[in-house]
């Protein structure tokens, strides 16, 4: 199937374009000329960007349910756990060299780590939502489905309503995981609806929903239906466009979403400390009219670049374990 890679790599990319306007965009060029396209797409995919994504990871992690540990503990779980271990030391060297150079402020790398090993505070977040999704999962398999979705929907409206930051995520998200991953058959469901008139129908239901939910500020379970219907769009564009060869960058991104996500923010903390040094480079961008409405969409074409570039690259001369959970040879018994 080539819609889930499809879903994954249009996931991706709105969650890079995210970071890059929060992390990046707002603070040089929000006001200048085609910055309100970009704030308008990242609130209008606010429903859709992480729903799709756990979505989908749980529509894959289906079969693993039942499998046994043995057999799925090192992709579902060891994997995640030792990435995020590894990148949240790089993060932390990456903090402190930055801070040998005169750029941002004092950091204490071990203290870094001990919070991040408790709660995390960086993107890699969803790494930990991966483990615990799962985990959760399947602990709850012998639980039936409605009282599954029941709890991830109880969950979903309290996190989006009455907490913020890594809570809000995690308690936001896991319906959408739990419902892919116990009922993979809804989700086929929705794949196989993807005439013009069914689409036309989700769209203007999604655009209907996150409209409400952004002109009212009225949560309570609106950003949930928004969240579900979005998915659905999703999921019908997927299978509409996934197959066709225009879609085989999305396809390609989305069999790489684990380096995009551990190397994208990296990209444009480098970018900010680059125009900070040289303002005169951000001056120049913004006085051309042209070149400032595309410069995100160039900047988030090559973020994705670089993020595969250097997985490969490092694949190539030896780095693979910081993308990749290494194998481990036992030794041969002695004869």
């Known amino acids: 199937m080539a819609w889930p890679d499809f879903a994954r790599g249009l996931s991706i990319v709105l969650v890079v374009l995210l970071h890059l306007f929060v992390l990046h965009y707002i603070y040089f060029f929000y006001g200048s000329p085609g910055s309100e396209l970009v704030s308008v797409v990242v609130d209008a995919s606010l429903p859709l960007r992480m729903p799709l994504f756990f979505l ?18 090192r992709r579902r779980v060891w994997l995640l756990v030792y990435l995020y271990g590894v990148w949240i030391v790089l993060n932390a060297l990456f903090d402190l060299a930055r ?3 005169g750029h941002g402020g004092s950091v204490d790398p071990v203290r870094f780590v001990a919070e ?20 959760v999962t399947r602990l709850t398999r012998s639980w ?10 109880a ?8 907490f913020d930051g890594l809570p809000q995520h995690l308690l936001r998200s896991f319906v959408f995981y739990a419902l892919a991953a116990r009922a993979p058959q809804i989700i086929d469901w929705v794949a196989s609806r993807t005439g013009f008139a069914p689409l036309l129908a989700t769209a203007a239901s999604y655009a209907a929903l996150t409209t409400l939910y952004f002109v009212t500020s009225i949560d309570f379970g609106v950003l949930l239906v928004a969240g579900a219907v979005g998915v659905a769009l999703g999921i019908q564009l ?3 466009l996934g197959a066709k060869r225009i879609a085989a960058p999305f396809r390609y991104l989305g069999r790489h979403t684990l380096a995009i996500f551990l190397v994208h923010p990296f990209v444009f903390v480098l970018v900010n400390d680059f125009f900070l040094e040289f303002p005169e480079a951000a001056e120049a961008i913004r006085d051309r009219p042209l070149v400032v409405a595309v410069y995100p ?20 001369i030896g780095l693979g374990f910081l993308f990749t959970l290494p194998r481990f040879r036992r030794k041969a018994a002695a004869r």
Request: with cysteine; net charge positive; hydrophobic share 65%.
């Open 56 to 73: 989908v990871s749980g529509y894959l992690a289906a079969r693993a349910l039942w499998r046994p540990w043995a057999a799925v503990g």
């Open 99 to 101: 801070e040998r150079l």
């Open 116 to 135: 991040n090993l408790i709660e995390p505070q960086t993107a890699l977040w969803y790494l930990y939502a991966l483990v615990v999704f799962f985990l």
């Open 144 to 153: 039936s489905l409605g009282a599954v979705l029941a709890l991830g929907i």
């Open 155 to 162: 969950a979903s409206v309290v996190g989006t309503t009455f």
């Open 238 to 240: 997927a299978v509409r």
């Open 297 to 316: 969409w160039l900047l988030l074409a090559a973020t994705l670049a670089v993020c595969v570039g250097l997985e490969a690259l490092a694949t190539r």
